[in-house]
């Protein structure tokens, strides 16, 4: 069974801290891996990664992809309250499959 | 340009009672999917649709479920004789794009919360 493993499921720093989220699969087909930050309601889009080794890189944010070891990074830098929400890794299986697998989730919670 | 939008956004039925949740995606595109979000769970796949047709369904139960996407108005998610287990926030997505690496720029509605009695 495909799945799609996100550590931790809940985490609470300060404001400022520096935040890495992961997220590792194990699927039979593999095209991308996707990140998404989900507030109180839907999530939007953060990062889509096919390659690995190569940082995508949004603001305080970047992203990279390890398709050896079968796992992606999420860093947020100087962490602010605003960044509290769930982050959710997604894999796009290909093959024919138009979904996407999704991760549970980590819950990342910024105190001022 | 409007988002994506889901209507109701809260939705109560009683069991054996049928749900219907709309999704009117963004302006100019084609391509819709489902998703439903079981509490303590990630999003899951429900199905993928185009306008007037079912490209892959296989997130979506065998029975009860069904979807549309009509050439005109909004895709439809069917639930017929809701059970408890049916509860759960379902949202939509819509993408101008197909196949090609970019179809998962995926946006999302706000979701439709379901709750069974």
Known sequence: EDKVVQSPLSLVVHEGDTVTLNCSYEVTNFRSLLWYKQEKKAPTFLFMLTSSGIEKKSGRLSSILDKKELFSILNITATQTGDSAIYLCAVDLGGGADGLTFGKGTHLIIQP | ?117
Request: charged share 25%; aromatic share 12%; net charge positive.
């Open chain 2, 1 to 117: 340009n409007a988002g994506v939008m889901q209507n109701p956004r809260h939705l109560v039925r009683r069991r054996g009672q049928e749900a219907r949740l709309r999704c009117s995606p963004m302006k100019g595109h084609s391509h819709v999917y489902w998703y439903r979000q079981l509490p303590e769970e990630g999003l899951k796949f429900m199905v993928y649709l185009q306008k007037e047709n079912i490209i892959d369904e296989s997130g979506m139960p065998k029975e009860r479920f069904s979807a549309e996407f009509p050439k005109e108005g909004p895709s439809i998610l069917r639930i017929q004789q809701v059970v408890r287990g049916d509860s759960a926030a379902y949202f939509c997505a819509s993408s101008p794009f197909g196949q090609g690496r970019n179809r998962y720029e995926q946006y999302f509605g706000p979701g439709t919360r379901l709750t069974v009695t």
